[in-house]
């Protein structure tokens, strides 16, 4: 006897999508059988006319930044997203830079997620001796920045390539924020003396700046034998960047995030600092190549960068002093349902490669995450691709629900209607149905 059985529904397996049956017990998938097949289950969930995805894994996600993993997994559970990977640095927690205050991590995610979420530690140029007790944790990689990043600090070439042999060693992965500041800093400056804004956002921190971070990183990388991923690509042109060094056998990954892909400068013009980031959205043919670069299988995944700053936050100075960032992690996989399959010809596969296969694998989760396959976790986001709904911050479970970031009142196709973590349904049209179950997942290497 199954504790569950999920029924009819369009299931995305690593062979294709079918029609099948997935059996559920002790929260794993315990077998996929025919439709037609009589399975004996506690309980039965017929999804007729649904896709059921494996479970998104977002790799990049800043709960913790401005809110926390209550607010933060349930906004996750709504999406379909099922391990968030949650990035080390805080607003108002101390970043992930040792053991200690990675238990403390750990807790709250017991504590408070409807989830499951892997994290990434911090480290410091100058302060590497915790990256050793922070791998036995369980992190799945460290995250630095070749740009400035305030009190969490940035790296020099020299400090970098520390790091990397660190990383070779111990296989680990380091994901990289890779932008040229000083290429970034002098097209700011320019830009403010002209007493331009929002509409010179793109050309502040141009792609030329990605480009010589990833080609710099790489080199070092390659040089040192060393895991990389790098982090929100904005344009095809770093993606066939990353490709070529791909092709000389450097162990790279590359992520993009929603925003890339479904706004652009435009949107930075209609709503200023609120649809700032980092690196900026790009012109609408930047976004076209991005989509060009996931469709020829060049981008390995997908990363929310959601962050919630509040009205107060956003409109505090002007718009090159606002804090970058926004919230967007319950739209990974509507957002690129809506436009990459119905619109650019993305294949359900590849949609499931890159929200969850991928990721999974990247981090060392693999072993209980990524695909719907006997023997891995029961982690399952029900998509109904027939309905169409219009994004409000008011419905979500964000902790700001301000209507002022660049999705309010865009419609999509494809709606999240229910989602499980390792068997149980933690959500069900508009709520959330756990009050915690999600577990911290540590990365095995
Ligand atoms: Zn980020």
């Known amino acids: 006897m199954f504790d569950l059985l999920i029924r009819n529904g369009l299931t995305v397996t690593p062979e294709g999508p079918k029609k099948l049956s997935v059996a559920v017990k002790d929260g794993k998938i315990a077998g996929l059988f025919d439709c037609m097949s009589e399975i004996p289950a506690k309980e039965t969930f017929d999804f007729t006319g649904k896709i059921i995805f494996p479970g998104v894994i977002d790799s990049h996600a800043h709960v913790t ?3 926390d993993f209550f607010s933060g997994s349930r906004t996750a559970a709504s999406g379909g997203v099922t391990t968030l990977v949650e990035m080390p640095q805080s607003g108002h927690l101390p970043a992930i830079w040792d053991e200690s205050i990675l238990k403390q991590r750990i807790a709250s995610i017991d504590e408070t997620s409807v989830v499951d979420c892997a994290l990434y530690g911090g480290v410091k140029a100058n302060h590497m001796e915790h990256v050793e007790e922070l791998i036995k944790g369980g992190v ?10 305030g009190d969490y600090g940035s790296f020099d070439d020299a400090s970098l390539r520390e790091l990397l042999r660190i990383a070779h060693n111990y296989g680990c992965l380091v994901a990289v924020h890779a932008e040229s500041q000083s290429i970034c800093t002098m097209e700011t400056q320019k830009i403010i003396a002209a007493g331009q804004g929002a ?7 141009p792609i030329l700046s990605e480009v010589l971070a990833v080609s710099r990183l790489c080199t070092l990388a390659l040089h040192e034998h060393a895991p990389v991923s790098i982090c929100h690509i904005s344009s095809g042109q770093v993606a066939d960047i990353i490709q070529e060094f791909r092709e000389k056998r450097l162990q790279v990954s590359a992520e993009t995030c929603p925003h890339y892909l479904l706004l652009n400068s435009e949107d930075v013009i209609r ?3 609120w649809a700032k980031c980092a690196p900026p959205l790009r012109d609408p043919n930047t976004a076209d190549g991005l989509w060009a670069a996931i469709l020829t299988g060049k981008i390995d995944m997908i990363g929310s960068d959601h962050a919630t700053y509040t009205d107060v936050q956003k409109s505090d100075g002007s718009f090159w002093s606002a804090p970058g960032g926004f919230p967007g992690l319950d739209l990974i996989l509507p957002g690129l349902f809506d436009e990459g399959v119905l619109r650019r010809g993305l294949s359900l596969n590849s949609l499931a490669q890159v929200t969850a296969a991928n990721p999974a694998k990247i981090f060392g989760l693999d072993t209980c995450k990524g695909s719907i396959t006997v023997g891995k976790d029961a982690d399952f986001a029900v998509l109904d691709p027939k309905s169409k709904w219009v994004f409000h911050a008011a419905d979500t479970f964000y902790d700001t629900k301000s209507p002022r970031y660049p999705y309010e009142g865009k419609t999509f196709q494809g709606k999240v209607v229910s989602t499980f973590v390792r068997g149980k349904q933690v959500y069900k049209n508009g709520k959330i149905l756990a009050e915690r179950h999600g577990k911290y997942i540590p990365a095995s290497r």
Not at 140 to 149: E, H
């Open 65 to 67: 930044y401005c809110s």
């Open 140 to 149: 799945v990689g460290f995250k630095v920045f070749l740009s400035d990043a």
């Open 199 to 205: 509409e010179k956002n793109s050309d502040s921190r």
């Open 271 to 273: 709503c200023g600092a």
